[in-house]
């Protein structure tokens, strides 16, 4: 068909997922196949998430309310901060493309890191931005690296903190500095996707105060992690309100879902789960690490529910080697492949496999 469409999405790939575990089933004729690449919560999601759920179904014929009222009260005072301060969205992958939409003037530079997550990349070609990347210095990012990168054409600075894929994270006395020293007419978004399984004191946990000292901050926050929602696409924004005003225009009439709504609300309250999720994460993180360094591997030290390791062996070869075993990780550049923390159980398994392709 030759119908034209924009020049912008001339390059763009689109997304391509990783087989779903029905399919490396079938294809490898296995009875086992455990995931262990999209970072999702071994956990599942609290029991009120799921009570929540069903209380809402009777509801599915009406549309969501398109304000998110309740989940914005909830989450506002949660936080200490204004309704107007807060913007839920259907997932951080939703936030991340209407910023882009909203902001994002053909020419205008948009600096992120390599490697980080690859949404910023694609939705600022999407719009006819400049990517400026700044590579990364001993996995983490390199705040002074992007400082100098700033020019009068800089409109947005990604921050994934703590970062995906390599897990490292930036401190507060760094992140400080930073946005310190950041003209306040450049938007820096700090994406805290990971931030509920930080174990260092030493993070950042202040920034929704930081944000109110720096309007240009926008804080972004998601359920599909720690709270186990992946599959429920609910997310949300702390900042200045009127930035999330011009966000709030963009945005469809009803991009968060009844049951996205409701079960939200019921994942803020659940702190005990959060504690579980926390827990089991380290645990199996410890064992992971151990592991690592008995058979020798170099890995980022990880403040996510991700490793990325460096296994000495091709990732895309050892990542098909361990599919065909039932094992599904993400391959990454070289030698290094990121593998998300799962339930002991596989865990153990993913290095049973890992020791049956490389040994
Ligand atoms: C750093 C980062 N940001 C955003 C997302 C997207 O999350 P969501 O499920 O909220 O769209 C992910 C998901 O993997 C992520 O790793």
Same mark, same amino acid.
């Given at each position: 068909?030759?119908i034209?469409?924009?020049?912008?999405?001339?390059?763009?790939?689109?997304?391509?997922?990783? !087989?779903?575990?029905?399919?490396v089933?079938?294809?490898?004729?296995?009875?086992?196949?455990?995931?262990?690449a999209?970072n999702?919560n071994?956990?599942g999601?609290s029991p !009120?998430?799921?009570e929540?759920?069903?209380?809402?179904?009777?509801e599915?014929?009406i549309?969501?309310?398109?304000?998110?009222?309740?989940?914005?009260e909830?989450?506002?005072?949660?936080?200490?901060i204004?309704v107007?301060e807060?913007?839920?969205?259907?997932?951080s992958?939703?936030m991340?493309?209407?910023i882009?939409?909203?902001?994002?003037?053909?020419?205008?530079?948009?600096?992120?890191?390599?490697i980080?997550?690859p949404?910023?990349?694609?939705?600022?070609?999407?719009?006819g931005?400049?990517?400026?990347?700044?590579?990364?210095?001993?996995f %983490?990012?390199?705040?002074?690296?992007?400082?100098?990168?700033?020019?009068?054409?800089? !409109?947005?600075i990604?921050?994934?903190?703590p970062?995906?894929?390599?897990?490292?994270?930036?401190?507060?006395?760094?992140?400080?500095?930073?946005?310190?020293?950041v003209?306040?007419?450049?938007?820096v978004?700090?994406?805290? &996707?990971?931030?509920?399984?930080?174990t260092?004191?030493?993070?950042?946990?202040?920034?929704?105060e930081? +944000?109110?000292?720096?309007?240009?901050?926008?804080?972004?926050?998601?359920?599909s !992690?720690?709270y186990?929602l992946?599959?429920?696409?609910?997310?949300?924004t702390?900042?200045?309100?009127?930035i999330?005003?011009?966000?709030?225009?963009?945005?469809?009439p009803?991009?968060?879902?009844i049951? &996205?709504?409701?079960?939200?609300?019921? &994942?803020?309250?659940d %702190?005990?789960?959060?504690?579980?999720?926390?827990?089991?994460?380290?645990?199996?993180?410890?064992?992971?690490? +151990?592991?690592?360094?008995?058979?020798?591997?170099?890995? &980022?030290?990880?403040e %996510?529910?991700h490793?990325?390791?460096?296994?000495?062996r091709?990732?895309q070869?050892?990542?098909?080697?361990?599919?065909?075993?039932?094992?599904i990780?993400?391959?990454m550049?070289g030698d290094?492949?990121?593998?998300?923390?799962?339930?002991?159980?596989?865990?153990?398994?993913?290095?049973?496999?890992?020791?049956?392709?490389?040994?």
């Amino acid at each position: 068909m030759s119908i034209d469409f924009r020049n912008e999405i001339r390059n763009l790939e689109p997304y391509r997922p990783g !087989k779903p575990i029905k399919d490396v089933k079938r294809e490898y004729n296995l009875n086992k196949v455990i995931k262990l690449a999209s970072n999702e919560n071994p956990l599942g999601c609290s029991p !009120k998430v799921k009570e929540a759920i069903i209380n809402t179904l009777d509801e599915l014929a009406i549309y969501p309310d398109g304000n998110s009222t309740e989940l914005k009260e909830t989450l506002a005072s949660t936080l200490g901060i204004d309704v107007n301060e807060i913007l839920p969205s259907g997932g951080s992958d939703e936030m991340i493309d209407l910023i882009a939409k909203t902001y994002i003037d053909k020419d205008d530079e948009i600096i992120m890191a390599d490697i980080t997550f690859p949404r910023y990349i694609q939705t600022t070609e999407m719009m006819g931005g400049t990517p400026i990347i700044v590579p990364l210095k001993e996995f %983490t990012f390199d705040l002074k690296g992007i400082l100098e990168r700033i020019t009068n054409k800089t !409109k947005i600075i990604w921050i994934c903190n703590p970062n995906n894929p390599t897990g490292t994270m930036i401190t507060e006395k760094e992140f400080v500095d930073f946005i310190t020293n950041v003209p306040p007419k450049v938007l820096v978004i700090s994406d805290e &996707a990971y931030r509920e399984y930080v174990t260092r004191d030493d993070y950042p946990f202040n920034t929704v105060e930081l +944000s109110k000292k720096h309007p240009n901050l926008l804080v972004m926050r998601t359920f599909s !992690k720690a709270y186990g929602l992946a599959g429920i696409r609910v997310a949300y924004t702390i900042g200045n309100k009127d930035i999330l005003e011009n966000i709030n225009k963009v945005r469809g009439p009803f991009n968060v879902n009844i049951l &996205a709504q409701s079960a939200a609300i019921a &994942a803020i309250k659940d %702190t005990e789960f959060l504690k579980k999720s926390y827990k089991a994460n380290l645990e199996g993180k410890n064992y992971l690490y +151990s592991e690592f360094d008995k058979l020798g591997f170099n890995y &980022a030290p990880s403040e %996510t529910n991700h490793i990325f390791v460096n296994v000495g062996r091709n990732g895309q070869e050892v990542f098909l080697e361990l599919q065909k075993r039932g094992v599904i990780i993400r391959p990454m550049k070289g030698d290094f492949i990121r593998v998300s923390i799962g339930t002991m159980e596989e865990n153990s398994l993913f290095i049973e496999k890992l020791k049956e392709v490389l040994l």
